[in-house]
């Protein structure tokens, strides 16, 4: 662009006609609506003078109130400037060993000065955010911001710098807590605040380093909560915003306009690596137990429920004879675990945790997770019929794989290829010894009822409308007798899960 040369006349006579164009866009529509009423002439004496009305302005965003709850007369920049103190910059950085050959001779000879010193060892540095939530120097952030760490700084508003310990990491939820080493006195720590008070349209400040400039402010509003299954941790509550969050901003806190701290700044959504208006914090409900698990045991306590999960579709809710379409149907009951002790059966729909709605597996996991190993009550939909149980939750073992899936049924023609369940199938779609019945799906036919369905050469097809199955003969008459739609429950490399194929 910049070898491009315009006389500044051209210009000048090129943008003027967009300016005009533009500029009524940009103006009070009042002039507008005048105009379009003055086009028609009526006689003066019909013609009314408009009523006059006191000339008003919107206050500008900094002089607003900030909150009922804050003292009157707060603005925003007084909420920003009392928040600063309370977010800290965090520098990280690890050693990263080069290859061993580097430091062989003959590469070294071949290579000649191309070849980096010290075998191409060299120190990868990080920068991120944290939140002051102690007098006494805790220091909640991200684990992404430390992990693999073997130096961590901490820098404080007022300049100061300190060496940090690590009380406690979870890369699971993507916190971790620090504890500052040293003289950390004259410290403000920042309130946590209900997150669940939050509603869409709230302001809300993003304070953090993006970028490593040093601390900025920005600001937005909640565009969204309760954001789950995104594939960013493992368990995930996000709330989104369009305050601009990015590299750096990692671990900075998000601030209601009470001054308190309602979220943890995690992620972004990004096609740049900048900030596009889509930002996802941790909640303050889900990040303030899981730093004080940190801090007390030095790891986090996970209820355990021992099932499998699916969302609950429209088409499987019909298929269920459900009258509800929100929950998460049980697909599946580990041995032994809470649930098979509580007396919970595949088929159940989970639709509240201790009286708070599930609507999704990622809420269902979430909810189970922070009761810990405790009691909950869950109520369920059992053929129709609701039905309370409680449950004593076991503590979640680490190693336990998630089986929830989003297979989405569509109305597609049906194109399956079935073969009984022997050794050879075994073999070819390695199937374990778990799947003691069932009939193999050899292969699905593109563009078919089943294929849209979800289902994959190697699924096992346990039962149909709830029977099981032991031979192809069975699932054609069952197919047969079906109306519009089969409800099938399949297992899929270990895990169950319920599926609804169509007819035509």
Known sequence: MKNRKFGSLTLFTLALPALLAFWPAGCSNNNARQVRSAEVAQPAELVKPPEKTPVTFLPHPA??????????????????????????????????KGHPFMDDPMFRQFFGPMMPEGGGDHREQGLGSGVIVSSDGLIL??????????????????????????????????????????????????????????????????????????????MGIVSAKGR???????????????????????????????????????????????SMGIGFAIPSNMAQPIANSLVKQGKVIRGWLGVGIQDLSTDLAKALNLPVSNGVVITDIMKDSPAAKAGVVRGDVITAVNGDKVDSTGRLRNL??????????????????????????????????????SAKPQDRKEGLTLAPLNDQTRQQFNIGDEVSSGLVIV?????????DSGLRP????????????RSVQEFNA??????????????????TQFVVLKKK
């Open 368 to 405: 189970v997770a922070a009761a810990g190993a405790n009691k909950i009550q869950l109520e369920l939909l059992r053929r129709g019929s609701k039905l309370t149980l409680p449950v004593s939750l076991a503590e979640a073992p680490n190693d336990v794989p998630s089986r929830s899936d």
């Open 63 to 96: 002089f607003a109130y900030a909150d009922s709850a804050a003292t009157p007369g707060t603005s925003i920049a007084d909420i920003a400037e009392r928040v600063l103190p309370s977010v800290v910059n965090i520098s990280s950085s690890r050693l990263v």
């Open 478 to 495: 069952a197919y047969q007798q079906a109306k519009d739609r089969a409800l099938l429950l399949i297992n899929r490399a270990g895990g």
């Open 458 to 469: 190697g699924d096992v097809i346990v039962e149909f409308d709830n029977r099981p199955l």
């Open 141 to 218: 952030t991200n684990n992404h911001v430390i992990d693999q760490a073997d130096e961590i700084k901490v820098k404080t508003n007022d300049n100061r710098e300190f060496d940090v310990q690590i009380l406690g990491a979870d890369a699971k939820s993507d916190l971790a807590v620090l504890r500052l080493k040293g003289d950390a006195k004259g410290l403000t720590p920042l309130k946590f605040a209900d997150s669940a008070r939050l509603r869409l349209g709230d302001v809300v400040l993003a304070v953090g380093n993006p970028f490593g400039v040093g601390q900025t402010v920005t």
């Open 228 to 274: 789950a299954n995104l594939g960013i941790e493992d368990y995930e509550d996000f709330i989104q915003t369009d305050a601009a969050i990015n590299p750096g901003n990692s671990g900075g806190a998000l601030i209601n306009m009470a001054g308190e701290l309602v979220g943890i700044n995690t992620a972004i959504f990004s096609r740049s690596g900048g």
């Open 443 to 451: 292969d699905v036919r593109a563009g078919s009822a089943a294929a």
